[in-house]
Nanobody, 124 residues
């Protein structure tokens, strides 16, 4: 069983930066792929970024690549997402998720554990 707790969200202006954190419990965290997803009101949950146990990364190229960076520290059971040059369209609840399989999936249904989410609001 894995528990995930996100933090670091908030209300910022366009162009600002935020760093989201995800603290994970569980001895097998280092074997899991980890992902960040987001969900805006009235929209489906969408993939943002993922990182494998070894540090390989994948991003939703169209929306965030070049602005967001995912990283992890297996010794600390932590995953982060640095978000720069934020835009109003980045406004959403951001979720951390864990996938017990080794791949870098962008499909929410393939993730096994989810955090409660943290709100990010970007105003213009």
């Amino acid at each position: 069983q894995v528990q995930l707790v996100e933090s670091g969200g908030g209300s910022v202006q366009a162009g600002d930066s935020l760093r989201l954190s995800c603290a994970a419990s569980g001895r097998t965290f280092s074997t899991y792929a980890m992902g960040w997803f987001r969900q805006a009101p009235g929209k489906a949950r969408e993939f943002v970024a993922a990182i494998s146990w070894s540090g390989r990364t994948s991003y939703d190229t169209d929306s965030v690549k070049g602005r967001f960076t995912i990283s992890r520290d297996n010794a600390k059971n932590m995953v982060w997402m640095q978000m720069n040059s934020l835009k109003p369209e980045d406004t959403a609840v951001y979720y951390c998720a864990a996938d017990v399989r080794p791949g870098l999936s962008s499909t929410p249904d393939e993730y096994d554990y989810w955090g409660q989410g943290t709100q990010v609001t970007v105003s213009s």
